[in-house]
């Protein structure tokens, strides 16, 4: 397959992306169409799907119902998850955030989202403000006093003691106590106007991915380092291991629930819009 028949696709350079990629974008996996890569951080990757940019996107479950009408949801390749939500982090052990000024690294984020559902369920009252900035910036911005509370994703579980905060909360916890779900974080989506055997092999090819990185772990280890930025190796493989699972292999009954759930509840708060009865259908 040329260059120009190939489908654009768009993901992270975090290792759990590029670990269930590797077998795909290098055309490892038989029969599946060819790809070209472009990284690029969620927050960038969502904005691409709400202008209906590139054919395949790794975007957060918190911006499918502003894109659903154009893009389908695969069933694998994405991140959910237990024991892997985002953290609240604080300088002090035990701080009321009602009314603090809170960092967070997107507000069409799946770790934005769990946030506020945490904060409507358990704060006697509102969050004060909220500060968008980039993911990598909030911890020094908390342990410095630009803000009260940071909210953290991806790497940052293992590392935010390096900074001496303090974890006030973990989204994840409050949300798998709650539902009894799995945390819903990245997903999958395809243009729907590639037609349905189209997405359809998408989804085997993702999956395929998936099974073949499993396989053979070293396969994908110089991509996964190549890209993780001068994160430990070791950082690497816990992070593989939090976000590559069951649900990556395939979402299942669980996995849309879970997203079905997060946005239902999102919805009622009035963070995003009502998400359609089938919208989470393939096809």
């Not at 951080?41 to 479950?61: C, P, Q, W």
């Not at 994160?231 to 649900?247: K, S």
Request: net charge negative.
């Amino acid at each position: 397959m040329t260059s120009e028949q190939n489908l654009r696709i768009a993901y992270s350079p975090c290792p759990n992306d590029t670990f269930v990629f590797h077998a795909w974008a290098h055309g490892l996996v038989p029969g599946a169409p060819g790809l070209d890569v472009t990284f690029a951080d969620i927050d960038i990757t969502n904005g691409m799907a709400e202008r209906g940019e590139f054919d395949i996107l790794k975007v957060s479950y918190a911006v499918l119902p502003y894109v659903l009408d154009e893009y389908a949801l695969l069933p694998c390749g994405g991140a959910l998850g237990r024991g892997c939500g985002p953290l609240v982090l604080t300088r002090e052990a035990d701080v009321d955030l009602t009314g603090k000024t809170v960092a967070v690294p997107s507000e069409k984020s799946t770790a934005y989202l769990l946030f506020r559902l945490w904060a409507a369920d358990t704060l006697p009252g509102d969050v004060g403000e909220i500060v968008v900035m980039p993911f990598h910036e909030i911890m020094p911005a908390v342990r410095d006093g630009r803000v009260d509370a940071g909210l953290v994703i991806h790497e940052a579980r293992f590392t935010y003691q390096n900074y001496g905060l303090h974890c006030l909360a973990d989204m994840g916890v409050h949300w798998e106590q709650t539902t009894g779900l799995p945390i819903p974080l990245g997903a999958i989506i395809a243009k729907r106007s590639l037609g349905e055997g189209t997405l359809k092999s998408l989804a085997d090819a993702a999956r395929s991915s998936v099974r073949m990185a499993w396989d053979d772990p070293e396969a994908s280890r110089a991509y996964v380092l190549e890209h993780a930025q001068e994160m430990d190796p070791a950082v690497a493989d816990q992070h593989i291991g939090l976000y590559v699972n069951e649900f990556t292999a395939d979402l299942g009954e669980d996995g849309h629930a879970a997203i079905r759930g997060l946005l239902t509840r999102a919805a009622a708060e009035g963070l995003v819009p009502p998400l359609g009865r089938d919208a989470l259908n393939l096809v």
